[in-house]
């Protein structure tokens, strides 16, 4: 028997955790905590311990599958990348832009690399995007604009260090425990923590100031809270002077934002808002953290902009225990927008409608047709394909028929293309919909990177091998581009994809393999061999052109839907410890489908009573896209008039529910997060 524990990082949450994976004779059997990795310190929550069971399931994908006459047949890798290389040239003569093309945040940075450089070198077109896009879009888009880069500005364990932590639109405690428990450190230590939420989620029972406030309403409260630092002059001066522009502007907009004004809209009490606003000033160092809970909605930019207001205005940037930290949902989502899978971005957030940028990629990658003009984005895909402008698409490892707003009509969507391609590891909904399936091989079957939340880039290690005839993704592409008869794609490993990638993305300049095999890893920006790599961004300037941080007054929008006479409640939804994203990993993980087997709606108690519904029930929630049956768990940690629904579960799938009407002007986000509906026995 040969006994092997391969250190890799956790394929679940953007955290980065590492962990062993232990094979015996060359089969994964389990995973270790990696005691010596500087992220979790030999601690997993319950997704990364088991991680490992998702990999050996009988359902993996084996074969590559061609649909005909509605049904799936096996097929050789020969037939269906030659089928998928002709189709591709056919869509390619036509119009390129006919194509769009899904990256992945749960595959490596080299397989996101390689998808966006085919479609914008071997293609022609910059339809390339991912769901970052529905999660922490805003968040690149809000500090960009404010700091002039858009990622968490400080390191997960420099949180232990804050005196004070305020969270907005983030369950840290179930959506990435080992950031929690950083937190839960600060906190034994004496830091105040500062938790705003409809919910009383576990995250905010933790609460010193609990601040609950009605969805969608984060502009009016964090503006309410600068109101009170202005009026009570606890503002930075000295950072505001030195530092940053713009800050008059800020101030005359803030000013009508009196706690008590706020009060009506948000639904949190004045004198809460007083004290948080107190609070977070006066601290030594404060850390804002934030995630879904604030970008997903149509003013998600707007609610970004104003957590870097508030940090800015306190002079919480560019130091120890401070910063505005967006915590990323996924493994990879900060890799694959790194490596430029976003239709406005190259790699390194060269910006695509800049010539140079346009001119430098088009040099590295020997094309000659690359528009500077930004591809669509995930929601305007779905709606260019039920217009029929977009004919073929190309999806890697993403689940839009669970992840994405409104799935009735990402349905329609997807079955008007004429040609659609899915690699994955598991036949999802996604894939049932394909022309084309392909079988991808699993995060603990290959080598190459990931990029975790706090900018760390660190290596995934293969442990075994994927089953049947399943391939890396980024084996795929090259088959298929080399197919083609494209330059550029000759790769013969994830290490050689690298090499290119630090060639064409300045923040990983200085990352070689000697420097990242280290447990550590690397935290980008690190733009040559000698740097040490940054955990803390601008401690002596902002990455705007000249310098300085930009403040940008934002006034409150309401969100897409306010509540009715028919629709009365707002549905919000979110995630939950044992369930990740779409379910594709976790529902097939037997210990974690076992903890929470499908969905649920919260209602407040009060709410409850008045309806006639009693926990258990099987209720009916129904918005203006669709309804939903699933059961009702009655409880007085919600707000009254809000419900709430994990978005994990396909049966009973919250997306059914929520809207792709209206986009963040920005970002280009819908409304995940407001919905109005009713809800009925
Ligand atoms: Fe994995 Fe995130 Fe849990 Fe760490 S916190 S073990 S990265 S799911």
Known sequence: MKLEYIPTVCPYCGCGCGLNVVTIDGKVEGVEPWKRHPLNEGKLCPKGNFSYQFVGRDDRLTKPLIKENGEFREASWDEATSLIASKLEEYRGEDPDSLAFLASARCTNEENYLL????????????????????????????????????????????????????????????????????????????????????????????????????????????????????????????????????????????NYKPEEAEKITLTPADKIREAAIEYAKADSAAILFAMGITQHITGTDNVVSTANLAMLTGNVGKRGAGVNPLRGQNNVQGACDMGALPAFYPGYQKVIEEDATEKMSCAWGCSDLKCTP?????????????????????????????????????????????????????????????????????????????????????????????????????IICEIANKMGADGFKFSS???????????????AGMNPERLVKPEGLHWPCPDETHPGTPILHTEQFATPDGLGIFFPVEYREPA?????????????GRIIFHYHTGTMTRRSETLDREVPTGFVEINDEDALELGIKNGDMVKVKTRRGEIEITARVTPEIMKGVLFIPFHFAECAANMLTSADELDPEAKMPELKVSAASISK
């Open 116 to 255: 966006q450089k085919f479609a914008r070198a071997v293609i022609g077109t910059q339809n390339v995007d991912h769901c970052a896009r529905l999660c922490h879009g805003p968040s690149v888009a809000g500090l960009a604009k404010t700091f002039g880069s858009g990622a968490m500005t400080n390191s997960i364990s420099d949180i232990e260090e804050s005196s004070c932590i305020f969270i907005i639109g983030s369950n840290t405690a179930e959506q990435h425990p080992l950031i929690w428990r950083r937190v839960l450190r600060a906190k034994a230590n004496g830091a105040k923590l500062i938790v705003a939420d409809p919910r009383v989620s576990p995250t905010a029972k933790m609460a010193d100031i609990y601040l609950p406030f009605k969805p969608g309403t984060d502009v009016p409260l964090m503006n309410a809270m600068m109101n009170v630092i202005i009026e009570e002059g606890l503002e930075d001066r000295e950072f505001i002077e030195k530092r940053t522009k713009d800050f008059e502007k800020l101030k005359e907009t803030v000013k």
């Open 375 to 475: 591809g669509l984005t995930v929601v305007e895909m779905m709606n260019a394909a039920a217009e029929g402008k977009l004919k073929a698409m190309y999806i890697m490892g993403e689940n839009p028929m669970v992840s994405d707003p409104d799935i009735q009509h990402v349905k329609e969507s997807l079955e008007n293309l004429e040609f659609l391609v899915v690699q994955d590891i598991f036949l999802t909904e996604t894939a049932e919909l394909a022309d084309v399936v392909l079988p991808a091989s699993a995060w603990s079957e290959k080598n190459g990177t990931y990029t975790s939340t706090e900018r760390r880039v660190q290596y995934i290690r293969k442990a075994a091998d994927a089953p049947g005839e399943a391939k890396d993704d980024w084996q």
């Open 494 to 508: 994830a290490e050689d994809i690298f090499e290119e990638i630090r060639e064409v993305t300045p923040q990983y």
């Open 561 to 573: 839907e306010t509540p009715d006479s028919e629709y009365p409640f707002i549905l919000t939804t």
